[in-house]
């Protein structure tokens, strides 16, 4: 069997370098794998997921991933820019977990309307980049185009 525990919370009194002990401690006492959550509108807040581990990932050897990130908050190519640079930064040690999203207290901003098409094109988007799609805002949606 393989551990992994979840990083965070951070408060605003948790030190500076609260996130780089606590994979520090998590990986010492012989936990496989951490993890960051995406948590908004839950009556808490987590660190966003690629901040937290591109600390986790510099101060612990071990496996990564997020748990799950909710790929309607981002353009397409800003999450695969995202998730190219962590993967620089860990390797082949991340594994990604990309959700719908479900918190109905972000609905209101409206990235939730759609969020099987928008989860869709967040899916699309690494092999877009790196084939050298061009990506065209038009209305509210952006397009991909080769």
């Avoid at 069997?1 to 408060?11: E, H, I, N, S, W």
């Avoid at 960051?36 to 901040?51: E, K, T």
């Avoid at 581990?53 to 999450?79: C, N």
């Avoid at 972000?106 to 988007?125: G, K, S």
């Amino acid at each position: 069997m393989r551990l992994g525990a979840l990083l965070g919370p951070v408060t605003g009194n948790s030190p500076p370098d609260f996130l780089a002990e606590q994979a520090r401690t998590y990986a010492n006492a012989g936990f496989d794998s951490l993890w960051s959550a995406q948590a908004l509108g839950r009556g808490f807040m987590l660190p966003d997921p690629f901040v937290a581990l591109s600390v986790a990932a510099t101060a612990a050897d071990v496996e990564i991933g997020t748990a799950v990130v909710q790929a309607p908050l981002y353009d397409p190519m800003d999450l695969a820019h995202r998730v190219f640079s962590l993967q620089q930064i860990c390797g082949d040690r991340l594994t990604m977990g990309l959700g719908a999203g479900s918190t109905a207290s972000v609905r209101p901003t409206d990235v939730f309307a759609r969020p099987a098409p928008e989860l869709a094109r967040a899916l699309a988007a690494p092999d877009n980049a790196e084939a050298g799609a061009m990506w065209v805002v038009e209305g509210d949606f952006s397009e991909c185009s080769r």
